[in-house]
């Protein structure tokens, strides 16, 4: 993977005000990760990330058709590594895509919104993330 230019980069926080906005956003580069991954460093609410991250949801490497392909094969129950054989996304993409998925009002909105799930494949999608965290809580 090549080093993301800034200007693609946005905030993968969803607590964060400039949460996968580019307008007024301010990241910064802050070093590399063990992977040889550039690192990334949102100064409105301080969060650390990878390149791959603060894009996967966004625009980057997954058009929207892509993103509401992985959430619906997540919730027919793939696995990462299925999802990858299918989608042909490499299985950081698919699970940073998962991992970075958090349960608020924004994020729900962008889902139904933009990338065209229903109220009720939500839902699922919640539950589904809620029961990975509880049972994987060491990851990493
Ligand atoms: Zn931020």
Not at 19 to 45: P, V
Not at 62 to 69: A, N, T, V
Not at 83 to 104: A, F, K, M, Q, W
Request: charged share 35%.
């Amino acid at each position: 993977m090549s080093v993301g230019d800034l200007q693609e980069i946005v905030c993968p926080n969803p607590e964060c005000e400039y949460y996968l906005r580019a307008d007024g956003k301010a990241i910064i580069r802050r070093g590399k990760y063990k992977t040889g991954h550039q690192r990334y460093n949102c100064k409105h609410c301080g969060r650390f990330f990878m390149d791959t991250v603060g894009t996967a949801i966004y625009r980057k490497h997954l058009s929207k058709d892509e993103i509401r392909l992985i959430y619906r094969l997540y919730l027919e129950r793939n696995g990462i590594r299925s999802i990858e054989r299918i989608t042909g996304h490499h299985r950081d993409t698919v699970s940073n895509l998962i991992r970075d998925t958090v349960r608020n009002e924004k994020t729900e909105d962008y889902l139904v919104k933009q990338i065209g799930l229903t109220a009720n494949e939500c839902e699922k999608l919640w539950a589904l993330l809620e029961k990975k965290r509880n049972t994987s809580q060491k990851s990493d």
